[in-house]
């Protein structure tokens, strides 16, 4: 029974985001965080206005106390009034901090613009997942920014969540989806964030630099299983996975590149400004359409991967535990 309580909600809540994605018409706690990040840094900002890397470090504490708080409160009076009310709760609770079916619909999107030769409306959907300029970008660097999104979030966005909270509960997965919002809110390099949004982007490089790692071993093996280019996968996974100003991103960009023959990466305009990058991959093929199709396929099938073999070694040790 303790393993089915632990095990079923992950089983479900990955269902029902592989069926469902992100119900948009309805409330969405990571919404309310990005709400609630907003909020504080206003505040935070005016009381330490003199220092605005401490007025970070307070604005990550107070959010991820807030998050673990109320998402701990919410499981323990759910289980408390009944089993299977707490397990369906859970579930929910997973379902919302996963994001790979949202991640597949919002990049179809743009496969789709691509496909109706419709690039307005492409660089319009593709702006809606990536962070850099879009105004200007051809046909070929809006389907390279959706591939780079797609590869580099099957850490943030699917195996990442699993990873924390198969390892530490749904709430630390929260306390993981918080920091990821954080970065995403305040972790640029701009003038405005370049110190307030130090911590937070520090604090996502640590809490992603395994996952991220477990996300590119699993992605070539899904490249294998998808019979995709997984020998190139790993070459460049090896000779790339550092060629980002991130420590993690590459880690999954690199393996898609290899997988795909394509090169990602390089330069690109962030708020008006050109930013020099590193390429990654080899450009054996010119990048098509159907690539994103690809990058989808093997995010799914990672995700997959990933998730049975999580819960099979949680189930193995949770019955080892119970044994001694």
Known sequence: MKNLIFILPLIIGFTLDFIFGDPYSLPHPIRWIGTLISKIEKITRKIFNKNEIFSGFILCILVIL???????????????????????????????????????????????????????????????????????????????????????????????????????????????????????????????????????????????????????????????????????????WKRDRFNHSSPNSAQTESVCAGALNIMLAGDAYYFGKLHKKKTIGDNIKQIENEDIKKVNRLMYCSALLFTFFSILIRFAIINFLIQK
């Open 66 to 236: 807030i998050v673990f708080s109320i998402s701990n409160i919410i499981l323990f009076l759910s289980y408390r009034l009944n089993v299977l009310f707490g397990i369906l709760i859970e579930s929910i609770m997973v379902y919302y901090i996963l994001a790979a079916k949202s991640l597949k619909k919002e990049s179809m999107k743009v496969y789709n613009s691509i496909q109706n030769e419709n690039i307005e409306d492409a660089r319009k959907n593709v702006s809606m997942i990536v962070g850099r300029d879009t105004k200007k970008l051809n046909k070929e660097e809006i389907i390279k920014a959706t591939v780079e999104t797609v590869a580099e979030n099957t850490s943030d966005g699917v195996i990442a969540p699993i990873f924390w909270t198969i390892l530490m509960g749904t709430s630390f997965g929260f306390v993981y989806k918080a920091i990821n919002t954080l970065d995403s809110m305040v972790g640029y390099k701009n003038e405005k964030y370049i110190n307030y949004g130090k911590v937070s982007a520090r604090l996502d490089d640590i809490v992603n630099f395994i996952p991220s790692r477990i996300s590119a071993i699993f992605m070539i093996i899904s490249a294998f299983i998808l019979k995709m280019d997984w020998k190139k996968s790993f070459l460049i």
